[in-house]
């Protein structure tokens, strides 16, 4: 199982950007796909999931009204778009799936990573 974080750079405050992450096979194996950050010094934090068979989703406070998570099921693709990004967004950004039904926002959730894509916010 191999999932791939991409999309991340550098952009000013109030900008956006489109992570994606890719799976080596069906995405629908899973249960569950979420996005995880951790900024330096700080704890890895979960910040929006999809359950992969009813489309439902869940976002941590902070990223609530300005990410949203989407998946594309023929491309075996999980999105987060980030608008209105803030300086305190700024984290290497994970994408996780879940092998299990029981999970939420922790990452010991979580059954396969991907490597991380950074995501500065700076103007």
């Known amino acids: 199982v191999q999932l791939q974080a991409s999309g991340g750079g550098l952009v000013p405050p109030g900008g956006s950007l489109r992570l994606s992450c890719t799976t080596s096979?069906?995405?629908?194996?899973?249960?569950?796909v979420g996005w995880f950050r951790q900024a330096p010094g700080k704890e890895r934090e979960g910040i929006s999931y999809?359950?992969?068979?009813?489309?439902?989703?869940g976002y941590e406070d902070s990223v609530k009204g300005r990410f949203t998570i989407s998946r594309d099921n023929v491309e075996n693709a999980v999105y987060l778009q980030m608008n209105n990004l803030k300086p305190e967004d700024t984290a290497v950004y994970y994408c996780a799936a879940a092998a299990t039904p029981n999970y939420y926002l922790g990452a010991d959730e979580y059954d396969y990573w991907g490597q991380g894509t950074q995501v500065t916010v700076s103007s």
């Open positions: 096979g069906s995405i629908l194996d899973y249960y569950g």
């Open positions: 999809i359950d992969m068979t009813d489309g439902s989703t």
